[in-house]
């Protein structure tokens, strides 16, 4: 069973780089077939897509998001990673890791998600 | 690109049929068959229910089913039961990106 965990600071500075880090158990991200996703969800509010990382380094980027966005992977240690740049009170919500089907996109595990506010 | 459009609220009483509906554009829903619905509890991470438009995962129930007409895609559950209360997603892939509706709160009555 595919098991994925978020870690990473809660409390973050206006203007400071977030940074979070999946961490998959139960499966190898380089075995393929998969993206590995990061999608947040503002309090109260619906589900923002982030991007996405394939075990090989290639990235996808939310539009919207993409100029302050990178997702990275470290296949040694099973795990991928988030930076957010120069983030704000906008991007206070909690942020999951999510497994997603490379062929049909779907989103089939998910970690159970972090909170992580932006305030000074 | 935009958020898939979902209701805000639907409800039904238990045994009931609701369905939910999701629509977006042909650059997204219409243009592939890769939507999927995710139900979620409060406080919970999210849980795939349908992909590929009409596929269940297994375990999630056959009260449960998909369908897609032009740009829209509907989520039908039947025989509702009080634990279907939660909120509920739609995505879609497009052009190598993914977006999600803006959620649909399900009330069981």
Redesign the interface.
Known sequence: QVQLQESGPGLVKPSQTLSLTCTVSGGSISSGGYYWSWIRQHPGKGLEWIGYIYYSGSTYYNPSLKSRVTISVDTSKNQFSLKLSSVTAADTAVYYCARADLYSNYFDYWGQGTLVTVSS | ?S?LTQPASVSGSPGQSITISCTGTSSDVGGYN?V?W?QQHPGK????MI??VSNR?SGVPDRFSGSKSGNTASLTISGLQAEDEADY?C???TS????????TKLTVL
């Open positions: 690109q958020a890769y999927s995710y991470a999210p849980k795939l992909y590929e995962p997603y995505s879609s892939y190598s990106s993914t977006v999600f509706g803006g959620g």
